[in-house]
C-alpha cells in the first residue's frame, strides 16, 4: 500500500508558498489512518467476508470518510480531493473541483453537504456538483459537523476551528494550538472536540473551552448516545467515557489503535481501528466483534437509514454489513 505521507509531501512540493512544521501534524493524523497505524500490528484474525457486501473501488484512492443520507445514497471523500456517489448499486466518482486530500464530509440536509481538507479547503456540494467557497482558515481542516443547515463547525491543525453562520465561514478563538481531530455536536450549544495530547474541548454556545481529560494519548474519535452519554477513542486502546459531569478511562478489550466511534441508533455502538479491528457496546461494555470485513486498518463508519453499518478499509474498499 502507498504511503499516504509520501502522497501528502508530494502534493506540498507542488505548491509554492509557505508549509512549516505545523502541516506535518495533519500529515502525521493521515499517516496513521493509512500506514502507521497498522505498522505494529499485523492483520486480526478470524475475518468473516462473508457477512459483509464488499464494494471494491475501481481506482487507487483511498477514503478518508463516508456518510450515507438514504438507504440507496451515500457520499464518500478521500485523497487527492477524491468525491464519490453511491447510488444504490455502486460508489462512482464525480467531478471534484480541488486535486488535494479531503478528510470529512457532512449533510445537514439532504442533497447539501460539505467537505473540508488540505489547506482549509471548503467545499459545497449538492446533486448540481461541487464547489470550493472562500477559506477561512489555512491550516488543515480534519473534521467537520452540523447542527442545522446554518450552523456548521469544522476543526484541524494548530487548534484551528472555524464556523458556519448561514452566509460563510469565519475563524473563531480557539483554546489551543493543538491539533483537533474530531468535532460532534449534541445541539447547538453542546459541542465537544478531541485531538492530539488527549485534548478534549467542548463549547457551551458561546465559546470553546479546554475539558480535563485522564489522558495524554492522542484521540481520534468521539461520540454520544445522549448529551450525557459520551465516548472518545484513540492511541493504544484508549476509550474514554463521558457521564454528564467528567470524562475517565474505560475498560477495553485489545489495545489497538482506534480511529472511530459511532452509534447509528443512540444504543448500539462501534469502534474501529487498527488491523481491521470492530468492537460492539454490549450491556455497557466495548466487545471485540468476531465478525470483521477485513484484517487491514478500519478508519471511516457509517450507518444509513435502514441501519445498515458501512466501513471504510486502507485496502481501498467500502464495506456494507449484510443484515
Same mark, same amino acid.
Given at each position: ?6 502522497? /501528502?509531501? %508530494? ?23 493509512? !500506514? ?5 500490528? #499485523?492483520? $486480526? ?8 457486501? &464488499?464494494? $471494491? ?21 478521500? *485523497?487527492?480531493?477524491?468525491?464519490? #456517489? ?8 464525480? *467531478? ?13 440536509? &439532504?442533497?447539501? =453537504? ?11 456540494? !449538492? ?24 450552523? =456548521? ?10 464556523? +458556519? ?36 474541548? #467542548? +463549547? ?34 484508549? /476509550?474514554?467515557?463521558?457521564? =454528564? ?10 489495545? $489497538? ?20 479491528? /470492530? ?7 466495548? %466487545? ?10 478500519? +478508519?471511516? /463508519?457509517? %450507518? ?20
Amino acid at each position: 500500500m502507498r504511503d499516504k505521507k509520501a502522497e /501528502i509531501t %508530494t502534493y506540498q512540493r507542488r505548491k509554492s508558498g509557505m508549509f512549516g512544521r505545523a502541516i506535518w501534524v495533519a500529515v502525521l493524523v493521515a499517516v496513521c489512518l493509512l !500506514s502507521a497505524c497498522s505498522k505494529s500490528g #499485523h492483520g $486480526r484474525e478470524g475475518v468473516h467476508a462473508s457477512a459483509w457486501i &464488499p464494494y $471494491r473501488l475501481s481506482f487507487n484512492h483511498v477514503v478518508f470518510d463516508l456518510t450515507q443520507t438514504g438507504e440507496k445514497d451515500g457520499w464518500a471523500v478521500g *485523497e487527492r480531493g477524491l468525491i464519490l #456517489h453511491f447510488n444504490g448499486n455502486a460508489w462512482q466518482p464525480v *467531478e471534484s473541483p480541488v486535486a488535494v486530500p479531503l478528510f470529512a464530509l457532512a449533510f445537514p440536509e &439532504p442533497g447539501h =453537504g460539505w467537505a473540508v481538507g488540505a489547506d482549509g479547503t471548503i467545499l459545497e456540494g !449538492s446533486a448540481d456538483g461541487w464547489k470550493e467557497g472562500p477559506k477561512a482558515d489555512k491550516w488543515n481542516l480534519m473534521s467537520v459537523a452540523f447542527t442545522s443547515p446554518t450552523d =456548521g463547525w469544522a476543526v484541524g491543525e494548530r487548534g484551528s476551528i472555524v464556523h +458556519y453562520d448561514g452566509q460563510g465561514w469565519k475563524t473563531v478563538v480557539s483554546p489551543t494550538k493543538v491539533t483537533l481531530n474530531r468535532v460532534v455536536f449534541n445541539g447547538p450549544s453542546d459541542g465537544w472536540a478531541v485531538g492530539n495530547q488527549g485534548l478534549i474541548l #467542548h +463549547y457551551n454556545g458561546r465559546d470553546w473551552k479546554q475539558i480535563p481529560g485522564p489522558t495524554d494519548l492522542t484521540l481520534y474519535g468521539v461520540a454520544f448516545r445522549t448529551p450525557t452519554d459520551g465516548w472518545a477513542v484513540g492511541e493504544k486502546g484508549t /476509550i474514554l467515557r463521558y457521564d =454528564g459531569n467528567s470524562w475517565a478511562k474505560t475498560e477495553n478489550p485489545v489495545e $489497538r489503535t482506534f480511529l472511530n466511534v459511532a452509534f447509528p441508533n443512540g444504543r448500539d455502538g462501534y469502534i474501529v481501528g487498527r488491523g481491521g479491528e /470492530i468492537l460492539a457496546l454490549r450491556d455497557g461494555k466495548w %466487545t471485540a466483534s468476531t465478525e470483521s470485513p477485513t484484517g487491514k486498518t478500519l +478508519y471511516g /463508519i457509517a %450507518t444509513s437509514s435502514d441501519g445498515q453499518l458501512w466501513v471504510a478499509a486502507t485496502t481501498r474498499d467500502i464495506f456494507k454489513k449484510r443484515s
